[in-house]
């Protein structure tokens, strides 16, 4: 399987399990990978035939840029649920990391993988 990917996309979000995380928007930095057939646009040079990495950055941009949930764990499930749903991916992997959430750390959060790869 093929992979189109996204990487460094930084959102403003709402996230956090304290009152006051619930109060201020912090920076979330999302990586993705998502399984697909390149060889389709490849063939006909269509962004039809493509899987749209700017639409699919689109979508999340204004997703999480409104959300506001407690767990790095929610939003990043979310996120994999929407590529998956709306743009018809088979496999996606996920990493969801908020930076500056530790200090002394240079992120922390999750990397998730849902559907099947082959
Ligand atoms: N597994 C997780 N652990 C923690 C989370 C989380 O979302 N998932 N969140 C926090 C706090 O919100 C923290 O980021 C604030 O500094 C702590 N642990």
């Known amino acids: 399987m093929d992979i189109v990917f996204v990487r460094g996309l930084r959102i403003e979000t709402v ?5 006051w ?3 201020v928007k ?5 990586d993705i990978e998502m399984g697909c057939d390149v060889a389709r ?7 039809e035939d493509a899987l749209d990495y700017k639409a ?3 979508r999340l941009k204004a997703f999480v840029g409104e959300a506001r949930f407690g767990l790095v764990e929610t939003l990043a499930e979310r996120c994999a649920a929407i590529i998956r749903e709306e743009f018809g991916v088979p496999w996606v992997r996920l990493s969801l990391n908020k930076i500056g959430a530790v200090s002394g ?6 990397i998730i993988e849902r559907g099947r790869r082959d």
């Open 15 to 19: 996230i956090g399990i304290y009152e």
């Open 21 to 23: 995380e619930q109060q």
């Open 26 to 30: 912090q920076p979330v930095i999302l």
């Open 41 to 47: 646009g490849a063939a006909t040079d269509r962004i």
């Open 56 to 58: 699919v950055s689109k």
């Open 105 to 110: 750390a240079e992120g922390v959060g999750v």
